[in-house]
């Protein structure tokens, strides 16, 4: 394939070095914004074109040495080969973007981006396979393993079950390994410390005053736990059974439980309750929520929104189809997976 010579002028959700050349846009993975790179094309599109990084003719001051051997071979990290302050810079730019390009928002109330405290050792379980001998995650752009020794996102106990597990004669397939213990209801997130660093931003912005907050897609009830002290009374909502008897089983009196769907309770919670008095907090998974959502929040809005987004895309999406009826007062991107391209999102909405 034809090898070209490109200037990287961003990074795109996804993680991929962004430029132009005779008028079309190449994506070039493992690259910094500002670098002249050599790039060998490997797929060629009507509009845009994709790209592999062969070498750096001009190097960006924020290329730092990845930590991982394994990186770019690796699928799971997209971002080791910046520094993590431009890392954060990236995302809370590309957060920003989304919004104005699928949300139609020309003016964004952006926030400073939760930080990592640590960018590296966070991960307190993953998921890795197992084949033909081979233990590890799946290649970047292919369908092989790669075998991986020790994983430097990921907690010195993970590591420890990954030398357990190579050392053990497993039949093939997929294993989840986790850090002993616990550590309360922070630790059932991937990364604790930011998923304490976020509810807490959450509780210290949410309205003071508010008799009820409804905890849509709450899982095991992390946020209405937490957040259960500031208000009267707590109604989460979920799905997966597993998690709602976990969450009914820490209950306090102030906290209650429903399983089902977000479509089948919220309506009646919407009726039941004064919307002047009411958050409701959605943190639904990467696909967002649901049009039949949207509309039972744009019929009967209370007086404040909290999303909470593991996808920036349909986050977007779903603030576009809200903004009649809620004003957008804040967006807060938090990196939950440093090294990743993975983006998590807060947004503050207001009744209008």
Known sequence: METIELEITDVAYGGNGVARHMGKVYFVPFTVPGEKVSARVVREKKKFGEAELVSIIESSPDRVTAECPYFGICGGCSYQHIHYARQLEIKTRQVAE??????????IPMRDIIAAP??????????VHRLAGVTGFFAHRAPTLVDIERC???LPEVNAALRRLRRSPVDDGDYSLRAP???GPFFEQTNAKV???MVSFVASNVRRGQALLVDAFCGSGLFASQLAPVFEQTIGIEQNAFAIAQARRNATQRERYLEGTVEEHLGDILQSYDSNGTTI???PPATGVSPRVIDLLSGRPVAELIYVSCNPATLARDLAGLAATFQLASVTPVDMFPQTAEIEVIAFLHRR
């Open 98 to 107: 989304i919004l104005r390009r699928v949300g139609r928002f020309s003016e």
């Open 118 to 127: 640590e960018p590296y050792g966070y991960r307190n379980r993953i998921r």
């Open 152 to 154: 430097p996102i990921s």
């Open 195 to 197: 998923a304490q660093a």
């Open 281 to 283: 907090l959605l943190d």
């Open 181 to 183: 213990g616990g550590g």
